[in-house]
C-alpha cells in the first residue's frame, strides 16, 4: 500500500497549483483524505480535509483559496490551490485513512510561493 503526492513546485504569488495524492495497492475503502503542511521552523498543521461522503473543513489561513476535492473510483484526493501567498511555502502532506489497514502519509512534495 502506498499513499503518492504529486503536483508541488515554485509558483508566483497570486498563482495555482494543484495536488494530488494517489492511494494505490491492495485498499478496501478509504475514509477521510487530508493536507497537511510544514513550513521550515514550524509544526505540521492541517490544511484540508474531505470525507468519503464529501464533506470538507479548512485551515482559516487557506479558506477562500484552496480547495479539497476525491475521486473516490481512483482512490485520490487533489488539493486545488489559488491565490498562492508567500506563507503558503511548505511541504504538503498528504494523509489517508485506509480502513482496516490504518492511517498512512505521503511523501510530501515542495510548494515554493515566490517572485
Known amino acids: 500500500v502506498q499513499l503518492q503526492a504529486s503536483g508541488g513546485g515554485l509558483v508566483q504569488p497570486g498563482g495555482s497549483l494543484r495536488l494530488s495524492c494517489a492511494a494505490s495497492g491492495r485498499i478496501f475503502s478509504i475514509g477521510v483524505m487530508g493536507w497537511y503542511r510544514q513550513a521550515p521552523g514550524k509544526q505540521r498543521e492541517l490544511v484540508a480535509a474531505i470525507s468519503s461522503g464529501g464533506s470538507t473543513n479548512y485551515a482559516d489561513s487557506v479558506k477562500g483559496r484552496f480547495t479539497i476535492s476525491r475521486d473516490n473510483a481512483k482512490n485520490t484526493a487533489y488539493l486545488q490551490m489559488d491565490s498562492l501567498k508567500p506563507e503558503d511555502t511548505a511541504v504538503y502532506y498528504c494523509?489517508?485513512?485506509?480502513?482496516?489497514?490504518?492511517?498512512?502519509w505521503g511523501q510530501g512534495t515542495l510548494v515554493t510561493v515566490s517572485s
Open positions: 494523509n489517508a485513512d485506509l480502513r482496516r489497514i490504518g492511517v498512512y
